[in-house]
C-alpha cells in the first residue's frame, strides 16, 4: 500500500495536477487554441525539450553503459507495434471508420515522456532517465513519422528524421560526453537558466496540453464518454497492454532496462497527440476525450500494475 501511495502522488504531482491547472487557467485566461498550438509545437517541443534532454544527458548519463541505448529503440519499436496492432485488432468490433485514424493514433503512442520522466527520476535517480531519452526520442520521431502517417495517406515525413530537434539534443550531448567536454559549469548563469528552463518544461507542456483538452470541453458529454472509441481505448490502454507489455518485459530483460520499460509499459495515451490530430486533420475532440479519460484512470491503474510487477 506504500507503494502505491507513492506512484499515485509522483504521478498527480508530476502530470495530473499540471493538466487539471491548465484546464482552468485557459479557460479563465481565454487563450485561443491556435497560440497553445504553436506554443508546444514551435517552443516547447522544439525549444524546450530538447534542452532538458541535453542537459539531462550532460549531466547524469552513465558512459559506461551507452551500448545498452538501442536496446531501448528497440523496445520502444515492440511496444509501438503491439499497440497498433491490437488497436486494429479491437476498431473491428464497432468503431466508425472516419474515427479510425484518430482511434489507431490514441492507442499506439503511450505517455512515453512526461508522466515517465518523473516516475523514472524519482523511483531510479537521472541517471536511468538519461537512459529513457533512447526509448523517448525513438517514439518522438515514430510520433512525427507513422504517428502523422494515419492522417497522410500512410505517407511518412522522412524530414523529421534529420530535423527532429530532440534527436539533435541527444546526439549532440552524447558526442560531447563521449569527448569529455561539456559546457555544464563553465557559467554559473548559464546553468541557472538550464535548470530553470528544464525543471519547468514538463509542468509547462502539460499545462498547455490541459488548453487543449479545454478546447474540445464542448465534446466532453456524458454519452460520449462511453462511445467505443472512447471504452476501447481506455480498455486497451489500461487493462489489456499493461499486463502484457510487463509480461513480456519480466520475461525477456533485467536490470536498468527492465525498470526503465515497466515504468513505460504501464503510461496513459499519449497527450502529444492531441497536438497531431489537430495540426493534421484529425479528430482532436475525440484524441482529447481519449487522452484525458486515460490520464485520469492512470492515477489508478499506474500503482496498481507497478506494484505488481516492479522491483525496488
Not at 529513457?132 to 502517417?149: D, K, M
Amino acid at each position: 500500500m506504500e507503494l502505491f501511495s507513492e506512484l499515485f502522488l509522483i504521478s498527480w504531482h508530476g502530470a495530473f495536477k499540471w493538466l487539471v491547472l491548465g484546464v482552468f487557467c485557459i479557460a479563465i485566461l481565454r487563450i485561443k487554441s491556435q497560440i497553445i498550438t504553436f506554443l508546444l509545437k514551435n517552443i516547447i517541443v522544439s525549444v524546450f525539450i530538447p534542452l532538458l534532454i541535453f542537459y539531462k544527458t550532460l549531466l547524469h548519463l552513465d558512459t559506461s553503459r551507452m551500448i545498452i541505448l538501442p536496446q531501448y529503440c528497440l523496445w520502444a519499436f515492440a511496444f509501438l507495434l503491439i499497440a497498433e496492432l491490437l488497436s486494429r485488432g479491437i476498431s473491428k468490433f464497432g468503431v466508425l471508420p472516419e474515427n479510425l485514424s484518430t482511434f489507431h493514433l490514441g492507442n499506439t503512442f503511450n505517455n512515453y515522456g512526461f508522466v515517465a520522466y518523473g516516475l523514472v527520476e524519482s523511483l531510479y535517480g537521472p541517471a536511468l532517465l538519461t537512459e529513457l531519452f533512447a526509448y523517448v526520442i525513438f517514439s518522438e520521431i515514430y510520433l512525427w513519422t507513422r504517428g502523422r502517417a494515419f492522417f497522410s495517406e500512410g505517407k511518412f515525413d522522412y524530414n523529421i528524421l534529420l530535423k527532429n530537434p530532440p534527436l539533435i539534443a541527444f546526439s549532440l550531448a552524447l558526442i560531447l560526453k563521449v569527448g569529455h567536454w561539456t559546457p555544464i559549469g563553465l557559467s554559473a548563469t548559464l546553468d541557472t537558466g538550464l535548470h530553470f528552463v528544464t525543471s519547468w518544461t514538463v509542468p509547462l507542456a502539460i499545462f498547455c496540453l490541459g488548453g487543449l483538452i479545454y478546447h474540445q470541453k464542448s465534446h466532453f458529454k456524458p454519452r460520449n464518454f462511453w462511445k467505443k472509441e472512447n471504452s476501447y481505448s481506455l480498455l486497451l490502454r489500461h487493462l489489456i497492454l499493461p499486463p502484457l507489455l510487463c509480461s513480456i518485459v519480466v520475461l525477456f530483460t533485467q536490470g536498468n532496462l527492465k525498470n526503465a520499460l515497466l515504468i513505460e509499459a504501464v503510461m496513459p495515451s499519449s497527450l502529444m497527440t492531441i497536438t497531431l490530430a489537430k495540426i493534421y486533420g484529425g479528430k482532436p475532440e475525440i484524441m482529447s476525450l481519449m487522452a484525458f479519460c486515460s490520464q485520469v484512470l492512470s492515477l489508478v491503474t499506474i500503482p496498481i500494475w507497478l506494484t505488481l510487477f516492479i522491483e525496488l
